[in-house]
């Protein structure tokens, strides 16, 4: 199959909000997609449609060549898939074997099937441990990891991960990203929602932006970057940390953070130069200097244009 998901045109209205304006994508089957926005983009409300919980005002979904709008084939599209809603909880008053048997049943699975599978993901994810301990007494990041294996007990071949590490300690966070590059690895697709640019930029072959409502920009993220290609800038720190923006003639703008400059640049070798002579006429010490291409977070910068809605 060529392609897991297409969308075409989703509009949904709350009300008399739009909070989603005619989006349209399609990803690819194996490949890593982000949606990336600031909070309230409408990333779950299409993640919602996408997994059938929500219905489009108009449009059309695909997932997996079953057309979602139809019931009978959005439970086919649905047995083959792997959900992590956001903010979803295990039910806490069962253990955490008790939440795996419990998903593995709904996806009709058989007890022995389940019982293999759920020893893997619990040791996969960390908490075979804990495997009969019951989830009030899990960490966040516990809960989250036991989510994640909940959504991959059928082994599907199709993920929708809202914002699956936000909000996570590091090591947890960790954790996840690693499942979610090896499922890739073995073939899987994913489509991911993330406000977090330094999530998208790790594990996204393949990055959609979406700002209230509307899809901005898709492409690769390396491709994406290239949109603020003249967004070049050079850092610096000077020991001690004396500096006067007036010395450069080719700094396009300059931000100041903590014990650094940052300089942006169309010219990052002039800059340099520049900083250099600086640094010797001044007598400073120069404690790092780097030349720093754009980041995911300046062509959203650029593309959102600061403004956090
Ligand atoms: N059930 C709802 N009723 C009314 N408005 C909603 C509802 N769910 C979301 N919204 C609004 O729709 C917009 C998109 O929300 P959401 O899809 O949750 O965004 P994101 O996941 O990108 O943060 C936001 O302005 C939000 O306040
Ligand atoms: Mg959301």
């Not at 330094?198 to 290239?226: H, S």
């Not at 703008?253 to 400059?261: L, R």
């Not at 959203?300 to 956090?308: A, C, H, I, N, S």
Request: net charge neutral; hydrophobic share 40%.
């Amino acid at each position: 199959m060529e392609r897991a998901i297409e969308a075409a045109n989703l509009t949904k209205y709350y009300g008399s909000f739009q909070a989603v304006k005619g989006v349209s994508f399609s990803v690819k089957s194996g490949e890593v997609f982000g949606f990336l926005g600031p909070n309230g983009a409408g990333k779950t409300t299409t993640i919602r449609m996408l997994t059938g919980v929500l219905k489009p005002n108009s449009g059309e979904i695909w997932v997996l060549g079953y057309d979602m709008l139809n019931e009978r084939e959005k439970i086919k599209a649905r047995e083959k898939t792997g959900i992590v809603p956001e903010m979803a909880n295990p039910y806490v008053d069962m253990t955490a074997m008790q939440n795996l048997r419990l998903m593995g049943g709904l996806y009709g699975m058989s007890k022995r099937e389940i019982e293999k599978r759920s020893v893997e993901l619990l040791k996969t994810f960390g908490i075979y441990e804990k495997r009969n301990v019951k989830v009030r007494g899990f960490s966040k990041g516990m809960r989250q990891r036991l989510i994640l294996a909940m959504a991959m007990i059928a082994d599907p071949e199709l993920y929708f991960l809202d914002e699956p590490t936000s909000g996570l300690d590091v090591i947890s966070a960790r954790l996840i990203k690693d499942v979610i590059r090896e499922e890739k690895r073995v073939g899987k697709t994913i489509f991911l929602t993330t406000h977090n640019m330094d999530d998208a930029n790790e594990l996204c072959e393949r990055i959609g932006i979406i700002r209230r409502g509307e899809l901005i920009a898709i492409d690769t993220p390396e491709k994406l970057k290239q949109l603020v290609k003249g967004r070049v800038s050079v850092e610096v720190s000077f020991e001690p940390m004396r500096f006067d923006p007036s010395i450069l003639s080719s700094a396009l703008n300059v931000e100041t953070m903590g014990d650094k400059v940052k300089i942006y640049t169309d010219n990052p070798d002039k800059t340099v130069k520049e900083l250099v002579r600086y640094a010797e006429e001044k007598n400073l010490h120069i404690v790092s200097l780097r030349t720093l291409s754009p980041s995911l977070e300046d062509v959203f910068m650029e593309l959102v244009g600061g403004r956090d809605d």
